[in-house]
């Protein structure tokens, strides 16, 4: 079971990151998928997920910020995350399952991120 973020780089103020989430090992149809990230010095910080049926969770600060979906026919779940800021640099990380047990089954397995660096 393996699940690989991409996306991640340098990005201008105002910009936007196209993170993907792929997955080996599992099908991510039947699954739900989050998205989260880590500043450094900070703790992590839930920023969306997306359910089998296509439910989706925006954390506040998040919405109309950023946009989540899944392909499944690629396996993927994507997430684009629009306006950034520098205090948007972070490691983004996807993880299987929901942001919290209140969610549904919480999220027991993570990628290894992918570092997003927002920098004029």
């Known amino acids: 079971v393996l699940l690989v973020e991409s996306g991640g780089g340098l990005v201008q103020p105002g910009g936007s990151l196209p993170l993907s989430c792929s997955a080996s090992g599992f099908t991510t149809s039947p699954s739900t998928i989050s998205w989260a990230r880590r500043a450094q010095g900070k703790g992590r910080e839930w920023l969306s997920a997306i359910w089998p049926d296509g439910t989706t969770y925006y954390a506040d600060a998040m919405k109309g910020r950023c946009t989540i979906s899944r392909d499944n026919a690629k396996n993927t779940v994507a997430l684009q995350i629009h306006g950034l800021e520098p205090e948007d640099t972070a490691v983004y990380y996807c993880?299987?399952?929901?942001?919290?047990?209140?969610?549904?089954?919480?999220?027991?397995?993570w990628g290894q991120g992918t570092q997003g660096t927002v920098s004029s």
């Open positions: 993880a299987k399952g929901a942001p919290s047990s209140t969610l549904g089954r919480p999220a027991n397995f």
